[in-house]
């Protein structure tokens, strides 16, 4: 069963492809549909899933089955959001660990009308904080044995976090060499092989005279030499002929090659049970001593993770791009008699994805829409969700120019959708009348929009309505003004004025204080000194989505 929520293809593509599985359940029937990565995530074969809640919890753990279950049945009488963590037993004998998040919604009854949500695999990160866990429990025993030990726990524990602190590919791997190099060995060459482009290797080198690794990204040598083996994973360990370790670094750079008598390891780098790269690394007249031979291994076992998450990130970050650039105009369009300004900023950069959206479109007389709303929520579901009102209200625009119709029927869509998410949202159309710049301001229980005066001075531009989603009759209004030449428009979300320093919120008249400052500028200045100002404010502080649209009239 691969629907999911009814949305599009576009968005079902990017789950797939970050490995996020999708589930929908359906208390009417007590049915449960999974996307395909869900399947995969479970040890099922993508259409086999039997779509029962009993075939749910058959697939968790003997050992984690009853905790799932109880918060299962305490979220279905209070409703909600939650998260769980549950193991399942794959059918080849293994453990995978998965973390869900999910939101069970009840209607007025107080009986579930739907539940949603997402899961994902964190084998890796459950497997590094019980690791972690280990050491420092190692780290606490070692004030007892000898300083050596000691010293070693404790690099241990700072190269993780190293590795960890960054999720950039070419970083980790430059940090990796500079954890191995000098502390543990006297050079080292690091192949990573990367998914994209194909068959193309990463590589970090480093020796302890260079200020920092070298790093390049090349494609593998032809042949089937030492090199071409090593760096596609292919030599089984451990390699052990010096002919083959020497001509396994060459062609990395003039500055890399060992001097005098070496000893050579060679240590794989494996992530999710696959081989993703190789570490060869050297000591100059000495042995490699057991305690070495294990802290290489320890580390490169950190850096392989860390080097695996990378490239996710960087993956992931393509396909998310990608749908973001699908969601949100690519850039504003320019408006005639109107200079418009926009900042976007989601709360989670990591896969730029947001409930808050903006659109600037024409309509069907020649004047233009504004919008800009916000989906209750963060993520790929509720940027999914942000991505329907979007379409939703172009469609509504083509066939009523009224920014409260418009409003209606996006309410009318939402409500098909028994999982509907809770959506604010405010309109105004751009238009003109006998020379002057009109604008027509409908809202949706979002934020009240803000009119700044060319001569600096501001007010609340007065216009109420119902959060959409939510009844089935709403009330929605339009307000009409007449501008003059510099006035300016501005809609934006709360992720501006309830951006928080310690307890107090930066608030509409800090936001009005910023756009005052710039006012009859231009519509770009405005948008820049108004978010400026909120980061500045809550610097240091966690942020929440944010969306700001400006139009200035120049007419």
């Not at 989906?375 to 991505?387: D, E, M, T």
């Not at 609340?460 to 510099?486: A, C, H, N, Q, W």
């Not at 930066?506 to 710039?518: C, D, G, I, N, Y």
Request: one cysteine or more.
């Amino acid at each position: 069963m691969h629907r999911f929520l009814d949305l599009s293809d576009d968005l079902s593509l990017v789950l797939d492809a970050a490995g996020v599985g999708a589930w929908r359940w359906n208390p009417e029937d007590n049915k449960v549909e999974w996307t395909a990565a869900a399947e995969r995530l479970h040890g099922l074969e993508p259409g086999t899933f039997p779509g029962t809640f009993d075939a749910y919890a058959s697939n968790i753990h003997p050992d984690d089955v009853d905790e799932v279950l109880a918060l299962v049945d305490r979220m279905a009488a209070r409703g909600g959001d939650y998260s769980v963590r549950y193991r399942v037993a794959l059918q080849d004998g293994s453990v995978r660990w998965l973390e869900g998040q999910g939101r069970i919604v009840l209607g007025p009854t107080g009986i579930p009308t739907a539940g949603l949500g997402i899961v994902y695999d964190v084998s890796d990160r459950v497997g590094l904080e019980a690791e972690r866990n280990r050491l420092r429990m190692m780290e606490q025993q070692a004030r007892d044995v000898s300083e050596q030990w000691r010293g070693d726990v404790e690099f241990l524990i700072e190269a993780s976090d190293v590795l960890n602190a960054s999720l950039n590919l070419e970083r980790v791997a430059a940090r990796l060499a500079g954890l191995l190099v000098p502390n543990v060995a006297d050079g080292c060459v690091i192949d990573v092989r990367l998914e994209a482009p194909s068959r193309a290797v990463l590589t970090a080198a480093r020796l302890p005279e260079m200020e920092r690794a070298l790093v390049s990204t090349s494609t593998p040598l032809d042949g089937t030499g030492a090199t071409r083996r090593l760096r596609l994973g292919l030599t089984p360990d451990p390699l052990t002929d010096p002919a083959d370790l020497a001509q396994a670094i060459e062609g990395v750079s003039d500055d890399i090659h060992p001097a005098g008598e070496v000893s050579w390891l060679v240590e794989p780098l494996r992530a999710r049970g696959t081989r993703i790269g190789t570490v060869i690394a050297w000591r100059t007249g000495r042995e490699w001593e057991e305690p070495a031979r294990a802290l290489l291994t320890a580390v490169c076992r950190r850096g392989a993770v860390a080097l695996d998450a990378a490239e996710l990130y960087r993956e992931r970050s393509a396909v998310a791009a990608e749908f973001y650039r699908s969601m949100n105009p690519e850039q504003i369009p320019d408006v005639p008699g109107w200079d418009l300004g926009v900042h976007y900023r989601p709360a989670t950069e990591l896969v730029r994805l947001s409930g808050d959206f903006f659109d600037v479109f024409e309509l069907p007389d020649g004047s233009w829409m504004m919008a800009v709303g916000d989906v209750c929520g963060k993520g790929i579901a509720a940027a999914g969700q942000a991505g329907l009102a979007r379409a939703a209200l172009r469609a509504a625009g083509q066939v009523s120019m009224e920014p409260a119709d418009a409003l209606a029927v996006l309410n009318r869509v939402l409500l098909l959708d028994p999982g509907r998410p809770m959506l604010t949202a405010v309109l105004a159309r751009l238009s003109s009348e006998k020379g002057f710049p009109v604008v027509e301001v409908a809202s949706a229980g979002h934020p009240v929009p803000v009119l700044v005066k060319s001569d600096g001075t501001w007010e609340e531009i007065e216009v109420k309505g119902t959060m959409m989603g939510y009844v089935e009759f709403p009330s929605f209004v339009t307000s009409r003004l007449r501008l003059d030449r510099g006035d300016a428009v501005v809609m934006y979300t709360d992720g501006i004025t309830e951006s928080r320093s310690g307890d107090e919120f930066f608030r509409l008249e800090r936001l009005a204080a910023s756009l005052t400052e710039v006012a009859g500028l231009s519509a770009a200045a405005m948008a820049d000194a108004a978010t400026m100002s909120a980061d500045v404010w809550a610097a240091g502080s966690e942020q929440d989505d944010v969306a700001l649209l400006v139009a200035m009239a120049t007419i």
